[in-house]
């Protein structure tokens, strides 16, 4: 099956820095999706982004699908910013199709 | 509010009682999920249901069973509980809208004794 390897691990940041996270794959997909899971554990789905630029607010993700990996851009870091971010990726179109997670990275965001 | 509703969210089962989780989502949605979780770890397929009526097998199906009763409900059940089957599990569903994704439900933590 599709292997999803997240870079770094774990990351601690002041708040207000810019953080970049990683997501490689290791087969062509249809579908890749970033999650946040807050401290409360609750999973928010932030982008579907199986390939080029979108933006919501301070967020921002790049997927190069040719290249196999995936960016998110996280600008002006707040604490609300912690927890743990998934990238997700499978090979059907559309969004009904099942994907596999990363183990995450793990973001704290201090004062 | 719209969403995916999981309950229960605790359930403490001794070794070799059965349960079952729900899941409802409002969404519409033609496909649904269910995922584990364990510390340190990614979320694991254990099966799916690409529209009503269907439901395949994913990642880590051994163990358990599952019912698309409705397009609104899917529901998960563990004949036998064991040990290895304590986890946090999550329920999602996706529509045919490519620009959402998935949604989660919030969560159903068990613990086998």
């Known amino acids: 099956g599709i292997q999803v390897e997240q870079s770094p691990p774990d990351l601690i940041l002041q708040e207000g820095a810019n953080s970049t996270l990683r997501c490689n794959f290791s087969d062509s997909v249809n579908n890749l999706q970033w999650f946040h899971q807050n401290p409360w554990g609750q999973l928010i789905n932030l982008f579907y982004i199986p390939s080029g630029t979108k933006q919501n607010g301070r967020l921002s993700a790049t997927t190069v699908a040719t290249e196999r990996y995936s960016l998110l851009y996280i600008s002006s870091s707040q604490t609300t910013d912690s927890g743990v971010y998934f990238c997700a990726v499978g090979p059907g179109t559309g969004t009904a199709s099942k994907l596999t997670f990363g183990t995450g990275t793990r973001l704290q965001v201090t004062l | 509010n719209a969403g995916v509703t999981q309950t229960p969210k605790f359930q403490v089962l001794k070794t070799g009682q059965s349960m079952t989780l729900q899941c409802a989502q409002d969404?519409?949605?033609?496909?649904m999920y269910w995922y584990r979780q364990d510390p340190g770890m990614g979320l694991r397929l254990i099966y799916y249901?690409?529209?009503?009526?269907?439901?395949d097998k994913g990642e880590v199906p051994n163990g358990y069973n599952v019912s698309r009763l409705n397009k609104r409900e899917f529901s998960l059940r563990l004949e036998s509980a064991a040990p290895s089957q304590t986890s946090v599990y999550f329920c999602a569903s996706s529509g045919k809208d490519s620009f959402y994704g998935y949604t989660f439900g919030s969560g159903t933590r068990l613990t086998v004794v």
């Open positions: 249901s690409a529209s009503e009526g269907t439901t």
């Open positions: 969404m519409n949605h033609n496909s």
